[in-house]
């Protein structure tokens, strides 16, 4: 294909604004996919994307459309996956911006916004949703006009109805630039994505800038001057589907052999390894984990191949971060670093289903930057790791600006969790007659301690939370240590407000006796800040664990009750000699039972 | 341990080739009057005494009986247990039938052990006059509870009285009997308890069983309680209740035989010690299980496939399991453990032609720590404190 022919673009917009719905019908409209292929958001393919409705994964797909080459890529709306809408963006020249018709311009459409304008893309809004009754594409147009773009430009759309593809696919030919014709150069192509197959190694995804690429040649990767033979290439149909070449300005696949995961990157160029590019493409910005947690096989043997799947994930979604670490109570295990919590839930689900893996994964926790009486300024991101409180001049941690949206009669209980979770106010807008929009200054820490389920059952699941990190803040914060059975068990330290160290402590104390199973002698259980225990409870010992009645001397149903028994304290870890089950790690996470 | 279905080539007899001159004998009648709430035995309930309907179940043991007949070659019981489900629901002319039958194929030695399950409101003066007449020389009466209201929480059928009545009457007949008894069921208390074990001692049982409740998924019991109609009890009110019974049994000079059982001397259960002592034994009827001292197997637990088989002439097995050295190893711990003599260190060696301490020198060592385990120069066996904690005991020995 001529490039003059070729539009290479994504959808962007806030979460649930309808991406995935409209690439449906652009699928269709172009008939990409047969009727017996095609499903509602059929570019979620991961279970895990079905299962909730959202998109992780950006996914890119191949269509042709009146003469035209048309490569969409369907981006994530979740702020915790914006690095897979910034790697798509790279490899594009436009965008559809879509906007819910009766939510307008919400926080992930503004920082949509701004990528697109950094990355000089041709923008094209899309008012999604036009057939709600609550819909008003009039507001919206005024909510465009104030964040400079042009209300005229903007579609009208039901993706769920179908109306306005047409004139849809129509703006993407007229007004998405072609991509710059740069066939005649040498190589280079930007890999935005990419994953890992058993027998295929590292499968980069790539947009080529410059030149082109076919099976037979040599290749090189920029950063690390390793070399590969294309065995294929090809481009989405979602599928991979095998071509003869990539020309300039396409987007696809490469297979190479590549073995070693570490040699291709995100974010890396790729040229010709006879006629070489001088120069790598830009590539990308790392980005910054906000959260972090430690994860840790349930069975220590399987440390190597958590480790492996860990880099094989990387490769498919580079913007987590993992090192290695080693925990007292736990073995070794990685510190992962994520960009938000449900990031990080993904992340844990995936390895887990993906890699059958078996984990225990500690409380997250925010990055604290804390200044030693030294004057020496570390981050810290394990509360483990945090150094003695007469060591300590400062702590600063995370606060973020939140935008929480609810019913107007919620506000006053969900006014008071944002209070007690160190919230400050900012402001309040009525949006609608009875729907209001809060604002708060509030600590990421509080956020990520289940802040976002309480305020679902305190607005019987009607607010929505979004959130934008500010800066950093000094607290008064303090360390708080677990001990179980007199001894400190470090994966259960936590970071809290000094004030609400003893409220918490009996928390996490009370929950932990729950949780861990009566052992054969008493285990007292104290949390406590320094050498100060600020509060202890007991679990008793296990005074009686035998079965009785044997029917007719059947040994295997003794048995199995037996060995499931056992199995059960396998799974255990054991901190001295106490077996503590893995959910116990997690309970510091979930606080009180809403106070 | 290797599964392995009862139709298998290769599987089907070559197992009654192990068992020894003498074994046990267990068959099963899977029937009751009524579905006890806490039950997950296979029985069947069934509303009248058809008789009919009974006899076509003696005849198909009858056929059971005649296959075996025909496979195993020795054929020496020393004791047989009639359990249930209900035995005591068959007329004494129907047991009749079976303990002849039983005779045409096998011999029984001289003071073999023949108990007969029964339930109280199935038990008349005359009926036991006629079991004895027959043979039967120790019934086991599943009395649980001598409160009304406890029985109806546990869905038996019959009242406080009617357990009285038939207590009573196997104290005067002079049959070895045993007495039942459940503890720590919801709502149940140590004083409720301590009264039960009173009135069963005033009929003076040869023989005491008491068991904590278990409750299994699927029973109306565990439903209730999954539920939240009901509080499970304790696991201190278990233990208060376990040390009250072991009290006032050993006071009343019963001997603590077995984690569950307590006997006058002499009088302890020869069949349920082939259990306990791993021994190999029979099982007939459906859903009844048999050991052959190397492999144990199931019956079909469908009483419509147990006849079906029968018909064809075939076992009416479903499964036989293959027990691996260790899995026989640690079996003999589990069963052997219960019974507080302990296992005997020769028995072991001799058995599996190995030390006890060679394959479970560190188990023993960790528990005897514990003080779980004590061992003396012949024997290991619980101590008080690991009669209490017993799965703790063996669940070390589990390959
Ligand atoms: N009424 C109506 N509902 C729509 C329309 N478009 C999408 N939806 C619904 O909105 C919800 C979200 O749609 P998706 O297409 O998954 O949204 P998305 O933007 O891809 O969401 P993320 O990928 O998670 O950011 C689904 O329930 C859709 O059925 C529309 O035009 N009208
Ligand atoms: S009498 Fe025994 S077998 Fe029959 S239902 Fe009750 S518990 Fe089950
Ligand atoms: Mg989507």
């Known amino acids: 294909m001529e490039v003059e022919k070729i539009r290479n673009f994504c959808i962007i917009a806030h979460i649930d604004h309808g991406k995935s719905t409209l690439a449906d019908r652009i699928l269709e409209k172009t008939d990409t996919l047969s009727d017996r292929e095609m499903k509602d958001q059929v570019l979620d393919s991961m279970d895990l994307e079905r299962e909730r409705g959202i998109t992780i994964k950006a996914q890119p797909v191949r269509l042709l459309y009146d003469g035209f080459e048309l490569n969409l890529i369907d981006t994530p709306g979740h702020v915790d996956f914006s690095y897979e809408v910034s790697r798509s963006l790279a490899a594009c020249e436009g965008a559809l911006l879509v906007i819910d018709a009766a939510q307008g311009i919400e926080a992930q459409t503004m920082s949509n916004i701004y990528l697109a304008l950094e990355h000089d893309l041709d923008i094209i809004p899309v008012i999604n949703k036009i057939d709600l009754d609550a819909s008003d594409p009039e507001w919206v147009k005024e909510q465009l006009l104030e964040v400079g773009l042009d209300p005229d430009e903007a579609l009208l759309t039901s993706a769920k109805e179908g109306t306005g593809i047409d004139a849809l696919l129509e703006a993407v030919i007229d007004r998405v630039s072609p991509p710059r014709d740069n066939s005649s150069k040498p190589l280079r192509a930007l890999v935005f994505d990419s994953v890992y197959d058993s027998y295929q190694g590292v499968i980069p995804y790539v947009r080529i800038i410059d030149g082109e690429i076919a099976p037979g040649d040599k290749i090189k990767m920029m950063s690390n001057n390793n070399v590969y033979e294309v065995d294929e290439v090809g481009s989405f149909s979602p599928q991979m589907r095998e071509a003869d070449s990539l020309k300039c300005g396409e987007v696809g696949y490469i297979i190479a052999g590549i073995k070693e995961i570490r040699n291709c990157r995100v974010g890396d160029t790729v040229t010709g390894a006879h006629r070489e590019a001088k120069e790598p493409l830009p590539g990308y910005k790392e980005v910054k984990p906000m959260v972090f947690s430690g994860l840790y096989p349930s069975e220590n043997n399987d440390y190597e191949l958590l480790k492996e799947a860990l880099d094989k994930l990387q490769l498919n979604d580079a913007s987590f971060t993992f090192e290695p670490e080693t925990s007292e109570a736990l073995g070794y295990g990685f510190r992962c670093g994520f960009l938000g919590l449900l990031h990080m839930e993904i992340i844990q689900e995936r390895l887990e289903r993906e890699y059958d893996l078996d984990l225990v994964v500690t409380a997250p926790s925010v990055v604290y930057r804390v200044t030693t009486s030294q004057g020496e300024v570390k981050e810290i991101e394990n509360p483990a790791l945090f150094p003695e409180k007469n060591k300590i001049e400062k702590i600063e941690e995370p606060f973020v600006n939140t935008e929480i949206k609810l019913p107007d009669e919620y506000i006053g209980p969900v006014m008071e969790l944002c209070e007690n979770n160190r919230g400050e106010f900012e402001d309040m807008q009525y949006l609608t007659r009875d729907r209001v929009s809060l604002k708060y200054n509030m600590p990421l820490s509080e956020i990520i301690t289940d802040f976002f389920g309480r305020l679902k059952s305190r607005s019987r699941g009607y607010a929505t939370l979004d959130y934008t990190i500010e800066g950093y803040r000094a607290s008064d914060l303090v360390k708080m240590d677990i001990l179980v059975n007199k001894e400190p068990v470090d994966a259960l330290s936590t970071v809290v407000y000094e004030d609400d160290a003893y409220n918490i402590g009996q928390d996490i104390a009370k929950k932990l006796k729950e949780v861990i199973p009566r052992q054969m002698f008493k285990v007292p259980i104290q949390a406590a800040v320094g050498s100060n225990v600020i509060c202890r409870v007991t679990i008793p010992a296990r005074k009686k664990d035998v079965l009785q009645k044997c029917y007719g001397g059947d040994v295997s149903r003794k048995r199995k009750l037996l060995e499931r028994q056992k199995e059960g304290k396998k799974r255990m870890k054991q901190v001295g000699s106490v077996d503590i089950p893995q959910e116990a790690f997690m309970t510091i996470l979930e606080r009180g039972s809403d106070e | ?399």
Request: neutral net charge.
């Open chain 2, 1 to 399: 341990m290797n599964r392995s279905s009862f139709s298998a080539p290769g599987v089907n007899t070559d197992l009654f080739q192990d068992f020894p001159r003498t074994f046990s004998l267990y068959i099963h009648v899977p029937f009751c009057r009524n579905k006890c709430s806490y039950c997950d035995f296979y029985s069947l309930p069934v509303k009248k005494n058809t008789e009919e309907f009974f006899r076509t179940y003696t005849a198909f043991l009858g056929r059971e009986l005649d296959l075996y007949g025909k496979i195993l070659s020795s054929k020496r019981l020393q004791s047989i247990y009639l359990g249930g489900g209900t035995p005591s629901l068959f007329s004494p002319e129907l047991l009749a039938e079976v303990l002849v039958k039983i005779q045409d194929h096998f011999s029984l030695s001289a003071a073999a052990e023949i108990t007969l399950e029964a339930n109280p409101e199935s038990l008349t003066e005359k009926k036991i006059q006629n079991y004895v007449q027959l043979g039967v020389n120790r019934i086991s009466l599943g009395v649980q509870s001598f409160q009304d209201q406890e029985l109806s929480l546990l869905g038996r059928c019959h009242t406080a009285d009617r357990a009285h009545t038939a207590a009573g009457l196997l104290q005067n007949s002079r049959v070895n009997f045993n007495i039942d008894l459940i503890f720590a069921f919801p709502g149940h208390t140590v004083k409720s308890w301590s009264d039960t074990l009173d009135q069963a001692l005033q009929f003076a049982p040869d023989h005491v069983s008491i068991y904590n409740l278990e409750l299994k998924k699927g029973t109306p019991l565990a439903d209730q309680i999954e539920a939240g109609e009901r509080e499970p009890t304790t696991e201190e009110i278990d233990l208060q209740m376990y040390k009250k019974a072991r009290f006032k049994l050993i006071q009343a000079g019963y001997d603590h035989y077995e984690i569950s059982n307590f006997a006058h001397p002499d009088r302890q259960s020869v069949h349920n010690k082939i259990y306990w002592q791993y021994r190999p034994y029979l099982g007939l009827g459906p859903a009844a299980h048999g050991f052959s001292g190397q492999k144990r197997y199931y019956n079909t637990d469908s009483l419509e496939t147990y006849y079906s088989r029968l018909e064809r002439g075939k076992l009416p097995g479903a499964e036989v399991i293959d027990l691996s050295k260790q899995d026989l190893r640690a079996e003999k711990m589990m069963m052997g453990l219960r019974l507080l003599r302990g296992v005997s260190k020769e028995e072991f060696a001799d058995r599996f032609a190995v030390n006890l301490e060679d394959v479970y020198g560190l188990e023993i060592e960790k528990l005897k720590r514990q003080g779980l385990l004590g061992e003396s120069e012949k024997r290991v066996f619980l101590t008080d404190k690991g009669i209490f904690l017993g799965n703790r005991v063996f669940q070390e020995f589990l390959p």
